[in-house]
């Protein structure tokens, strides 16, 4: 049976518990460390029977454990892997790594020392959606790709507080699309413009944010490749992508609660999309949990690697920088 020990008992680490507990096998949760339990969060722990800790360093000691999940706050990220895989253990960290590069290239640097197993949590590689575009491409459905579309709005804005700390939209949000690209054309990204604005909520603006945004890019595979994000589609969560080359196409559309579409004089209705990430992607998180734990047990290369995780940050600075100064910008130019 192998051990994980996650740390952050927020909604995210909650998540992970719940995956392996109820859907992989071979596998249990050794404990949870959390410097700040809540009341709701360890009745949870308890009905889930996962032991609580205050200070992560316990689990990090722990010989019994064999993984780490890191589910805690951003900042933290960096600082926790390093001591994680000096200590060891394979580690499995939700993105960002950091939105420090020289803290992302400490990282990078310590796996290089220690024989453990580093995966980054791009849930959505893991959707059943998404995963069938992308073999689609590798199947050369598709032909050679000219273009990508992707499309991901969320149902309404996070808290403003949360947007002061999140390290902005292309950071926070946009970086899904951004792995996703990459994803979906095994092929990096050479250069990304940036169109944004505020269209939904002041407040985002008054806290050095946008809530809007277009970005397009130009890949080493000569493809070109479009996002459009927003942090509120009034009409549910809106996720979808499109794959076009020279053979044809491939796209998806929203996941649904049914496909049921009602058909009468007054119209045509159907289902909206299912409402937010956890409806959307809970499979997707036991998928990305369960393909980590297969690499330890096999001693294979996890399915996303350190590496994507600093390309997807290395294209957010640059979308930053294509804000700010209004022009194209060259992956190139980012120093790491």
């Not at 952050?8 to 507990?21: L, N, T």
């Not at 403003?160 to 390290?167: F, L």
Request: proline share 4%; with cysteine; net charge negative.
């Amino acid at each position: 049976m192998m051990k994980v020990g996650i740390i952050g008992a927020g909604r995210i680490g909650k998540v992970h518990g719940e995956s392996i507990a109820n859907h992989l096998k071979g596998a249990e949760v050794a404990a949870m460390a959390d410097p700040c339990w809540t009341g709701d969060s360890r009745a949870w722990a308890k009905s889930m029977e996962i032991p609580v800790l205050d200070d992560y360093h316990e689990i990090l000691r722990d010989p019994s454990v064999d993984a780490v999940l890191i589910c805690s706050s951003t900042q933290t990220h960096a600082p926790i892997s390093i001591e994680a895989i000096r200590s060891g253990k394979h580690v499995f960290c939700e993105k960002p790594i950091s939105h420090d590069l020289s803290e992302i290239k400490a990282v990078m640097q310590e796996l290089e020392k220690h024989p453990v197993k580093y995966q980054v949590g791009f849930n959505r590689r893991f959707d059943h959606n998404f995963h069938a575009v992308r073999q689609a491409v590798a199947d050369g459905r598709v032909g050679d790709i000219h273009i990508v579309k992707i499309t991901s709005r969320d149902p309404d804005c996070p808290p403003i507080s949360y947007v002061r700390v999140s390290g902005g939209l292309f950071m926070d949000m946009m970086i899904h699309d951004f792995d996703m690209v990459r994803y979906l054309t095994a092929s990096d990204v050479k250069e990304v413009y940036v169109n944004a604005a505020v269209l939904v909520d002041p407040e985002i603006g008054r806290a050095g944010d946008v809530d809007t945004a277009i970005v397009t890019m130009r890949l080493s595979n000569g493809a070109l490749a479009v996002i459009d994000n927003s942090r509120r589609a009034v009409y549910g969560y809106d996720q979808r992508a499109e794959v076009f080359g020279s053979m044809g196409q491939v796209a998806v559309e929203n996941d649904l609660p049914s496909n049921a579409v009602v058909s009468t004089a007054n119209g045509v209705t159907a289902e909206k999309p299912l409402h937010f990430f956890l409806e959307r992607y809970m499979n997707a998180y036991a998928a990305e949990i369960g393909e980590f734990l297969n690499a330890i047990r096999d001693d294979e290369p996890v399915p996303v690697s350190a590496n994507d995780g600093l390309q997807a940050v290395l294209i957010a600075v640059a979308a930053n920088r294509s804000m700010a100064e209004h022009r194209p910008v060259k992956l190139s130019e980012i120093r790491f």
